[in-house]
């Protein structure tokens, strides 16, 4: 049995290194940049106006006061998709609106609403600031500097910044290819006819959910009876076609808990095995070249458990999340908690926002009971130890990809 650290480390060092390939922007959401990407051009691309106004020159208006004013004779207008070719000349001025590029000799822009037109002519009561409401070229971002470094996430943001600098293409990091095995003999399909001893499958639908959560999809998803000859043909395929591997229910001791054993037989080389940790202590990650084994407990809360404290990281670590695993931070414990003295717990949890900001372990904690669930939003990670932890104080907690939605 290891701790949860050695275990999150032995994962760590057994990811495989990211792999890169193109995406259309629009396929790009959630993933990593996998090059630093320079800008092709400037940004803005030439000086335009920020507002709705007239484009002056600042120096025709310098001597410009209430008593006497400088009038400027409108020419025109240049409005926002308009080359700009115009020229302004001394005591003329042009309307602008916002976005239009700057006409050669204009510096200056007076808004609309602090215009004062008379005759066709703009009344200028006191001198424009040169620059005044006019956005440089290159201001932002100039051609070919570091506009993204490699690494970043790719948020919506992001993918407006790229769009920008007219990319439609971006080199990321690959998602990996996932199969998902669920094994039990009492297992049904939800929606199934149930019948004596068997029990609705839960875990299936919770964890490609957890995956379409990561904008995921398993290429393959499959329930099989516990019986070792079929297990092991679909074993078989599924190392041959994955990069992740993830097998739930049979990892255990009971007599019908063949996975590990067929793992083995298959040449997944066996990682570590039973973790000091509850729920989903029989843990099991085992490697096979550059594929990742995961095989949890089928308990529906260790599953979930499991998944987010050790999968998740592994499939952003190999998405080249640099910050893989859940959100964490210290919180006001709402409720005590009695530690345990062997392992760590990883209590299910809702953050509670507000002015008392703090964690509230939920009702039903074992490790059979799904319920609470449909309100964890976290977990408060409790080390081994005797002392109870007491109201008030500040706990770990790891917050699932969920928690910042507000919809819980
Ligand atoms: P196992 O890890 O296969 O020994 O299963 C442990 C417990 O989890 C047993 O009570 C199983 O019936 C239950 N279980 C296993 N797989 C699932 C599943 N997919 N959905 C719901 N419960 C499950
Ligand atoms: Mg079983």
Redesign the pocket.
Known sequence: MISCEQALKLIEENNPSPKEEEAWISAALGLVCAEDVRAPLDLPLYDNSAMDGFVLRSEDTRTATAEKPVLLSIRGVVKAGDDGRVRLDEGKTYRIMTGAPIIKGGDAVLEKEKAFIQDNCLVMTAPAQKGRNIRYQAEEVKKSELALPKGSVITPGTIGFLATMGMNRVTVYKKPAISLIT????LTAPGGLLRPGKIYDSNTAMIQAALEEMRIRPFFVRRFH?VPKTIQKVMRFALKESDIVILM??V?V?D??FVKGLLEEEGVKTIFWKVSQKPGKPLYFGRKENRLVFGFP?NPASVFTCFYEYVYPAIRRFMGYQNPCLFSSRLKLKGSLKPDPEKVLFIKSKIENGEDKGVLPLRHQKSHMISSLCQADSFVVVQNSETVLEEGEKVLVHALPFASEGVL
Do not use: A, R, V
Not at 183 to 186: R, V
């Open positions: 094994t039990g003999s009492e516990d229910g049979g255990s009971g019908y808990d089928g």
